[in-house]
């Protein structure tokens, strides 16, 4: 389990990246779940976070507020997805932005394009 610092400090990192869809600044960040998670064989049990290493920036609108968050409660992951794109290719181009695979960090096998895998 990675210490609290390093969580800390990917969030921050993260945090500073614009909104992954909208590229507005100040996102917030999303715990991805659900939708294209459960796809690649990710699931969480209820009340849990899936990783913290699985986080994307989204504009609040499309994080809880509004009618298309993804969060929000007006619509479903799926849907959200649909509209957006899925919260994989977003957690991808989260791991090319900060130059880690952020699925390997949270302990998933998942190749990431542009990302070298490391070798043991």
Known sequence: MAH???ISRHWTRV???NCCVTHEPNPTLHHCHG???RD???HK???RKTSDWLVIPLASRLHSGGP???DGGSITVREWEELFGTQVYFLEWVSRQLGLNV?????????VPGIPEVVS
């Open 4 to 6: 609290l610092a390093e």
């Open 15 to 17: 945090a500073r990246l």
């Open 35 to 37: 939708g294209s998670l």
């Open 40 to 42: 690649i064989g990710l």
């Open 45 to 47: 049990s209820a009340g």
């Open 68 to 70: 298309q968050g993804i």
């Open 103 to 111: 699925f390997t960090q949270a302990g998933i096998e998942h190749a």
